[in-house]
């Protein structure tokens, strides 16, 4: 694993408005600190570069780990992640008024599927943050 320099850091937490780029959560509301993710894994490629990283949620970064695909369950076809660099998340994501988080496009379903996003326990945690209007963060510029 590399090192990533202090201020690289800080540039990917201030782009990404302290949301965690795969599933929007606010680092306000989590228990756990979020982490900088290689977007492509060094194992795969990846450099430690700002195009590369992305903060990412415990959950969502445990889940993916050094991945960068999955087998869509429609299609069965192995895709892409999504890549919060090069694209926007609703055109892959749907968020729904029960705090559930719908792939929309096969990298969206791999995504969702991969990353865990509609455990109940992180589904409840954004239906109790809709209903506060903290969900998704007024900063999000990607919903």
């Known amino acids: ?3 990533i320099p202090d201020d690289l850091r800080r540039q990917v937490v201030e782009r990404a408005q302290n949301n965690c780029e795969y599933c929007l959560l606010n680092q306000a509301y989590a ?5 900088v993710d290689h977007i492509r894994a060094e194992k795969h490629g990846g450099s430690t570069t700002l195009d590369n990283l992305c903060l990412s949620c415990f959950d969502c970064n445990r889940h993916k780990g050094s991945g960068i695909s999955s087998v869509d369950p429609f299609s069965d ?7 919060p660099r ?4 609703s055109e892959h994501f749907r968020l729904l008024d029960n705090g559930r988080i719908e792939g929309m ?6 995504t969702a599927r991969l990353l865990n996003f509609n455990d109940p326990e992180r589904t ?3 239906a109790m943050l809709i209903e506060l209007r903290r969900y998704p963060s007024e900063s ?4």
């Open 77 to 83: 076809e192995v895709v892409p992640l999504f890549h």
């Open 1 to 3: 694993m590399s090192y």
């Open 105 to 110: 496009t096969p990298r969206g379903r791999v």
């Open 31 to 35: 228990l756990k600190s979020f982490e």
């Open 86 to 89: 090069r694209e926007r998340w």
């Open 124 to 126: 409840a945690l954004r």
């Open 140 to 143: 999000d510029t990607t919903f």
